[in-house]
């Protein structure tokens, strides 16, 4: 199994900043993509940014020029730094991570790909 713990939700003011972080663990042979959805109350869950292990990004228009999705390939983590928040912005943000795993920690090969999510990290944009 692959476990995705975030961090760093929190309350912020309009045209404040906040940065969420995403740590993966277990038994990861190889992470591929990484990446940041969200929902809103009564809204389906969006695509907000991901990464590859390359470092190709994407971003939904909403966030264009406004959020930054980076990663720590070392350390299996996930970063979204949040700039010039908005009211629309507030949502719970949930990290999404794809890639192989393997049977056990020493393992030398993959046992199949593995497709997880995080629990989710309210974010609160309101003055």
């Known amino acids: 199994q692959v476990q995705l713990v975030e961090s760093g939700g929190g309350l912020v003011q309009p045209g404040g900043s906040l940065t969420l972080s995403c740590a993966a663990s277990?038994?990861?042979?190889?992470?591929?993509?990484m990446g940041w959805y969200r929902q809103a109350p009564g809204n389906e869950r969006e695509l907000v940014a991901t990464i590859t292990s390359g470092g190709r990004t994407y971003y939904a228009d909403s966030v264009k020029g406004r959020f930054t999705v980076s990663r720590d390939n070392a350390k299996n983590t996930v970063y979204l730094r949040m700039n010039s928040l908005k009211p629309e912005d507030t949502a719970v943000y949930y990290c999404n991570a794809d890639g192989l795993k393997k049977p056990y920690d020493s393992a030398l090969y993959s046992s199949g790909p593995f497709n997880s999510w995080g629990q989710g990290t309210q974010v609160t944009v309101s003055s």
């Open positions: 277990g038994n990861i042979f190889s992470i591929n993509t």
